[in-house]
């Protein structure tokens, strides 16, 4: 098949880094793969996408590390040209600008399969979120079938989605292995070491994480802090931990490719999101070895067992938090024993294998149009 893949753009992290990760598992072998991205975003993620696929593989509309009106323009007038010109069977939309324009742009190309890709069980925009919602459901006509990386978002998602009924496909955009060394010592120090990751942008809800560690430092537990990621949150949550005076305490590491390895020597990770899709960082930290204090949302729902390789939050307040934080904190057994079923159960549902056998049968389906 002939696949064009759609996407705003290569920014590190989350459902752009998750292309790469189908890519070099096998999902797309077989098939006559272009990626097409309407900017080029930050990083390298691009030229790592490029060197996988091989040459002339991935094209960008813009030059640009941020999506504007204008290059949404430019990438609309360049998947016109690849639809022309590659004539793809299928055309893959991934991420919300994405799915706009491409739904719009493929009302002139009725013959060309449309596959929404959705990593998110909710849209958020800021103000424009109704209006997202709203545009997406009206053109969802034209979308044919459904992707999502978890289960929990295909379902939450279907309400974004009008007409005849879509076929869906579950494809996680995660995988274990690549010889990533385990957590071996679950003793903790004089201080309490937190880590936690990904996109800073309010949903994440890293405000609470920062007002934890400064209520577990109040009332006599030495803890610490080291957020991984970048993102538009970043000045708001400088600011936060300076007036607090958790400078040194609280660290804003940045954006790490394999922020896991450097997180690996840390006590607990935590992850307090509203709504996750697959939440690649926490099935991430598991992989490590990581014990793990979560949110019960999005894919965690599907790989996280309460007790079992993870602590799930009743709520995300930040006295909710705390109390984990402590509980888990006071035994060194469970967190032992969380960490290495975490390990364990990532390694055994999220193999390599698995992204290569579920890209066979999902374009073997497409092919035969079952």
């Not at 279907?158 to 071996?184: D, Q, T």
Request: charged letters at 25%.
């Amino acid at each position: 098949m002939r696949v064009l893949y759609f996407i705003n753009g290569f920014d590190p992290g989350g459902a752009e880094h998750g292309l790469l990760t189908l890519v070099g598992n096998g999902f797309f072998d077989g098939q006559d793969l272009r990626v097409l991205g309407m900017c080029r975003g930050r990083g390298r993620l691009a030229e790592e996408i490029a060197e996988a696929l091989g040459d002339g593989r991935v094209f960008i509309a813009r030059d640009e590390e941020r999506l504007s009106l204008s290059g949404a323009l430019a990438g609309a007038i360049a998947l016109v040209r690849h639809l022309r010109e590659f004539r793809p069977d299928a055309v893959i939309l991934s991420l919300k600008q994405a799915n706009v324009v491409g739904r719009f742009v493929l009302h002139g190309f009725p013959g060309i399969r449309c596959i929404s890709f959705e990593h998110i069980s909710r849209y958020r925009a800021n103000r424009a979120e109704a209006l997202y919602g709203f545009v997406l459901k009206a053109l969802s006509r034209r979308v044919d079938e459904v992707w999502s990386d978890c289960r929990e978002t295909l379902e939450a998602t279907r309400g974004y989605f009008a007409g005849r009924k879509k076929h869906e496909e579950v494809i996680p955009l995660f995988c274990a292995g690549g010889g990533v060394a385990a957590k071996e010592n679950y003793s903790l120090g004089p201080v309490l070491r937190l880590s936690a990751a990904g996109r800073l942008v309010g949903r994440k809800n890293f405000d609470r994480l920062v007002d934890a560690v400064q209520e577990l430092n109040r009332t006599g537990t030495p803890a610490s802090l080291t957020i991984f990621g970048d993102g538009p949150e970043e000045a708001n949550l400088s600011v936060k931990i300076a007036k607090m005076g958790l400078a040194g305490k609280v660290v804003l590491a940045g954006y790490r490719p394999r922020w896991f390895e450097e997180a690996r020597s840390s006590d607990i990770f935590v992850n307090v999101s509203d709504t996750e899709g697959f939440c690649i960082v926490v099935a991430e930290a598991m992989s490590v070895g990581l014990p793990v204090i979560a949110t019960d949302v999005g894919g965690i729902r599907e790989y996280g067992v309460h007790r079992t390789n993870m602590l799930k939050l009743g709520d995300g307040s930040v006295a909710s938090i705390v109390s984990a934080l402590r509980d888990l904190a006071a035994d060194e057994a469970e967190r032992r024993l969380l960490g290495s079923r975490a390990r364990s159960d990532i390694e055994a549902g999220y193999a390599p294998r698995a992204i290569a056998e579920r890209g066979r049968a999902v374009f073997s389906r497409s092919a035969t149009g079952a």
